[in-house]
């Protein structure tokens, strides 16, 4: 059993039967190598070294169906799929028209709170990072600094009295920004990721792939906004 990251992988020829479960997304890569090995790179360093990058792909596509999945029941042509963010939050749900305000956020908020939500995370990608960093610029406690400029915000307090991480994602959509309350939301692991060889084709001394399936819950859908639309330049 490899650790990698937050994930543990399973290392071994076995071969794994999947459950079939509704919601769950399969991700599979492939890869290979051929016997000639650079000199000072082991055999089994460049096992480890080809299942590391499709990890790396495997994670970026899940990362990306959070935002953008489309529920899929799966068919024998349409592989199954999670519904991502954009797909289960349809309620506190704006279109923005021109650029972001802080009170947008703060409205948005009251919506989910008073819908019995509590929002403590804001998931945006860097224009929305920057737009929330000059809501306060004028309103941040500093330390005299000789060599540092700038502003970075990483909380936000709202007039209700919560408290709203903010975190940035490359993946997050460009002109979106969604409110969680992270107690209500996450990734459910079906079969984590591990990797298993398959036959060999040609002159490769190796084929094999990486595979693991992955949900995706939100409760309280009304406890949860996602905001879109806002201008990216103003």
Known sequence: VLEYR?????????????LIIGGGILLVGFFTFLSCIEPQ??????????????LEENLRLLNLAIYNGQRKAGSA???????????????????????????????????????????????????GKRKIAS?????????????MGGVEISKIVTPLGLDLSVAVDRDCPTDSMFLLDIAKVGALTIDPFFSEPLGKTK???????????????????????????????V
Request: with cysteine; proline share 3%; hydrophobic share 35%.
């Open 135 to 147: 809501f306060y610029e004028g309103f941040v406690t500093t330390e005299r600094s000789e060599m």
């Open 77 to 127: 042509t349409t592989p199954r799929m999670f519904g991502g963010l954009k797909a289960l939050i349809t309620t506190n749900d704006p279109v923005v028209s021109g650029a972001l305000t802080r009170k947008r956020i703060e409205d948005s908020v009251a919506d989910c709170w008073t819908e019995g939500g509590r929002p403590s995370l804001i998931l945006t990608n860097q224009w």
């Open 203 to 233: 002159d490769t001394a190796f084929y094999g792939q990486v595979v693991g399936e992955y949900g995706f819950v939100l409760q309280h859908e009304k406890a949860h906004a996602h905001i879109s639309g806002f201008s990216v330049t």
């Open 6 to 18: 937050n994930f543990l992988i399973r290392v071994e020829p076995a071969e794994i039967i999947f």
């Open 41 to 54: 790179e082991t055999y089994d360093e460049r096992y480890l070294r080809e299942i590391n990058k499709k």
